[in-house]
């Protein structure tokens, strides 16, 4: 059973740092690209980042551009975000995804599997 699970998520002041971490177990993801989305209440499911099966490839948001960086640890099956400079429009459930490609989608909708979201708050 393919499993994801976000971890890291917390209440953090606006100008802070958080980085969340997505631990994928069931089966190897090193042929697959994976990605962050989030979702703020009363608004849809909106892409983050993305980072290719190698590490070698990455897309941004631009909301998030210059401030977030994704990456991975092929070797554990971990998904990084690196948040700085937080702002209180970061504010939402962030969820973990990965795809069976190998190259990056922006659309929610290729992305087979997902964790069960970690939440991150930002106060001003």
Not at 7 to 19: D, T
Not at 86 to 108: G, M, Q, W
Request: net charge positive; with cysteine; proline share 2%.
């Amino acid at each position: 059973q393919v499993q994801l699970v976000e971890s890291g998520g917390g209440l953090v002041q606006a100008g802070g740092s958080l980085r969340l971490s997505c631990a994928a177990s069931g089966r190897t993801f090193g042929n697959s690209a994976m990605g962050w989305f989030r979702q703020a209440p009363g608004k849809e499911r909106e892409f983050v980042a993305a980072i290719n099966w190698s590490g070698g490839n990455t897309d941004y948001a631009d909301s998030v551009k210059g401030r977030f960086t994704i990456s991975r640890d092929t070797s554990k099956n971990i998904l990084y975000l690196q948040m700085n400079s937080l702002k209180p429009e970061d504010t939402a459930v962030y969820y973990c995804a990965a795809r069976s490609f190998v190259s990056i989608s922006t659309n929610h909708r290729g992305y087979s599997y997902w964790g069960q979201g970690a939440q991150v708050t930002v106060s001003s």
